[in-house]
Structure formats: structure tokens, C-alpha cells
């Protein structure tokens, strides 16, 4: 039996459910991976609690459902910081699942550099540290020999950029279309509907799923660091954010959804990567796609992605995320493969 010392950043919608996941598999670890997972550094808005022998899963999980802050526990190391909780804890992954930022990539960003810098390897369901520093960070890994795996960054529990790195075995993909984002198709399922904008996201906000600041759902923006994130795995040379010409759905109506639909349209935001004049060329905008093709049929809590390839034909995914379970399972997924000695990026 292998312990695996944790550290996990972010104990909010996807932290609570992999804590849980964790704990509900644990006997399936242990005897299919012989793996036994210790979390004995944990992070919050409020600071960093550390337990050596390792957190009781659900009592934590339970404290943190009911809104309580890693602060008032005993554990609680008042004034540390993470990064030198890090050093302290000698943890052999970091899982990473603290909010979107764009702008700065922190602090999933700061984490991702300090853990890699001190031998550890890491999981992100954080993209920020992919949108922003993508080569950096495997650079990072490779020079202090660890692994980054992300799975979980990419349409939740869809395991699309495994397929890419792992079964495109010498293709090339031509164009790379989908719907990544499920809180705003959920919406515009929801205004085609007849209701408002504003619920709609409530719902969403309701069920864990809108990003906890929701401006980068509509603005179309976490939309676009999936895309950079999934385009990296087969541009060369790689791309970042301003690569991605980028429109939300603010100023989608209820009647362009209906209008659309009387054409047997519907109006979706749509991610491509397409290929003109050998030239890559990004977009992320809603668009009105045939209601009966396949972008058309993901509906409501689905996402969706088409892959053009050259010796592997066109290919076709399809995920309903209804809440943030498969995100967490993917965290677990890659914490897996990291512990059982996988190092490809999404194996
Ligand atoms: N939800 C999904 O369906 C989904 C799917 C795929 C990927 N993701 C990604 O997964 C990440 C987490 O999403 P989520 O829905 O779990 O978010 P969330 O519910 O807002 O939870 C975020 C957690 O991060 C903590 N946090 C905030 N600022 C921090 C800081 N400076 N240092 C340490 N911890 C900090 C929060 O602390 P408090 O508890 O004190 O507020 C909270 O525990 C995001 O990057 C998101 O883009 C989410």
C-alpha cells in the first residue's frame, strides 16, 4: 500500500465533492491501486489548516457544507501561507480547485508554480494556470521531474483531452468545434423557455456549476480558456487567451432564441478552432447551429465537441454535467494516474 500525502486548494463546489469521492472510494484505492490518499494540507479564502496524520474527510467536508471557514478549526496555522505550508507538509500532490482568475492566473497560478518547484506533482480543475502559463508550467515539471494533469479543466468529466493526447496516435486534428460551457447553455435552454436571464444563472449558481464569479460563464470567457486549454494539446506553437476572438451571451434575447427556433435553429455558444489557409484561427460566440445536428441535440445541462481529424475521422462527445461530481471525478482520475506513476499531460 502506497500514502499519498495531499494537499487540496479550494474546498468549495468541486473540493467538497472529490473530498467526498475520496472517502466513498477509498476501499476501491486501496485495493485496485493500492493507494491509500491522506489530505494533510488544505486551503480555503481564510488561510491553510495542516494535520499530519491526516483530516477526517467528511467531518471536514461537513464543516465546510455548512459554510464554516478552515479558520475555526484546531488545525488552523494562523498567518502561514500556502506556499510555505507547502514546504512544511512535504505532500506529494497538489490538487488544485481555488477559483478562476484570468487576469493574474492566482492563486492557482502561484500554487502550481510553488508545488511543482518543490517536487509535487499537479492536478488542476483551476484553468487559470493553463490559460495563462500552459508551458511554463509543464517546463516546471519536466525540470524538477514531476506531472501536471488537468483533465478536469476541460468540460468537466468529458475526457476529450485524453483522447487527444492519449488515442490521436500520429493525427492531426483539422477543426475542433463544441459547447464547453453548461451554465450558459442551461440558460439559453432556459430563456428559450420562456424564462428570465437572471434565474436561469440563480439555477445554475443554486446547483455549483456558474463559476464563482459568473461574468466569465456569460462573457463567454471560461468558454475560451477551455478552448486554449484544448488547443494547446494540438497547435503548435501554443496559443493564450488574446488568441481567442471572444463573445458571450449577454446580448442573446429571448426573441432572437425563439425566432432562431422557428427556422429550426438554435442559438448556442459555440468554441471552434478552425483552420484557414493553414492558419489556426479561434472564436467563441453564440451561434445558431441546425437544431438537429449534433451541436444542435446538446441540450440544457450538456456539452458537447466535434473533432475533425485527418486519419481518425470526425468524432463526436457528449457529457450532461448537471453538477460538479464528474469535475470531481476527474481531479481523482489524474490524482490516480499521477500516484500510479502516469506522467503524460491527460493521460
Ligand atoms: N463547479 C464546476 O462545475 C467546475 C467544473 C470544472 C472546473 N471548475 C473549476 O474548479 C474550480 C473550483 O470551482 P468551484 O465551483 O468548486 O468553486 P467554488 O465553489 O467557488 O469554491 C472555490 C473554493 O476556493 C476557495 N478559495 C477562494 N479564494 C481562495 C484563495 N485565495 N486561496 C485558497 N482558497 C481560495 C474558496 O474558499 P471559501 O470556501 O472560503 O469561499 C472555496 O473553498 C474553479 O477554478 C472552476 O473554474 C469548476
Known amino acids: 500500500m502506497k500514502t499519498v500525502r495531499l494537499a487540496l486548494v479550494g474546498v468549495g463546489n468541486v473540493g467538497q465533492r472529490l473530498l467526498t469521492l475520496i472517502d466513498e472510494r477509498r476501499e476501491t484505492l486501496s485495493k485496485e491501486y493500492q493507494l491509500d490518499f491522506l489530505l494533510t494540507c488544505v486551503a480555503d479564502s481564510s488561510g491553510v489548516a495542516m494535520n499530519d496524520s491526516g483530516f477526517e474527510l467528511a467531518a471536514l467536508v461537513c464543516h465546510k457544507a455548512s459554510r464554516g471557514r478552515l479558520a475555526e478549526l484546531p488545525e488552523f496555522c494562523a498567518g502561514l501561507s500556502f506556499t510555505d505550508a507547502l514546504e512544511r507538509a512535504s505532500c506529494d500532490i497538489l490538487l488544485e480547485t481555488s477559483p478562476l482568475d484570468l487576469e493574474t492566473g492566482d492563486p492557482g497560478l502561484a500554487n502550481s508554480r510553488a508545488a511543482l518547484q518543490q517536487g509535487m506533482h499537479v492536478v488542476l480543475a483551476n484553468k487559470s494556470p493553463l490559460a495563462l502559463a500552459h508551458s511554463e508550467l509543464l517546463d516546471l515539471a519536466a525540470k524538477n521531474d514531476v ?201
Open 147 to 347: 506531472g501536471i494533469l488537468y483533465s478536469a479543466t476541460f468540460c468537466g468529466g468529458l475526457p476529450v483531452l485524453n483522447v487527444i493526447r492519449r488515442d490521436m496516435v500520429c493525427g492531426n486534428i483539422t477543426r475542433f468545434r463544441g459547447i464547453f460551457n453548461g451554465t450558459t447553455n442551461f440558460m439559453l435552454a432556459e430563456m428559450l423557455a420562456g424564462n428570465d436571464y437572471a434565474s436561469a444563472l440563480q439555477q445554475a449558481q443554486d446547483i455549483g456549476a456558474a463559476e464563482a464569479d459568473p461574468s466569465f460563464d456569460v462573457g463567454g470567457w471560461d468558454t475560451a480558456a477551455k478552448l486554449v486549454i484544448a488547443a494547446n494539446q494540438f497547435c503548435d506553437p501554443m496559443i493564450s487567451l488574446p488568441d481567442v476572438d471572444v463573445t458571450g451571451i449577454k446580448n442573446v434575447s429571448a426573441s432572437d432564441l425563439q425566432n432562431c427556433r422557428q427556422e429550426g435553429k438554435s442559438i448556442k455558444l459555440v468554441a471552434s478552432a478552425e483552420l484557414i489557409d493553414d492558419t489556426w484561427g479561434f472564436k467563441v460566440e453564440p451561434k445558431a447551429v441546425p437544431t438537429e445536428s449534433f451541436l444542435g441535440s446538446c441540450n440544457g445541462w450538456e456539452m458537447g465537441v466535434v473533432i475533425d481529424s485527418d486519419i481518425f475521422g470526425k468524432s463526436f462527445y457528449k457529457l450532461r454535467e448537471d453538477e460538479p461530481i464528474p469535475t470531481a471525478a476527474s481531479v481523482l482520475r489524474d490524482a490516480v494516474h499521477l500516484a500510479t506513476g502516469g506522467r503524460q499531460a491527460s493521460l
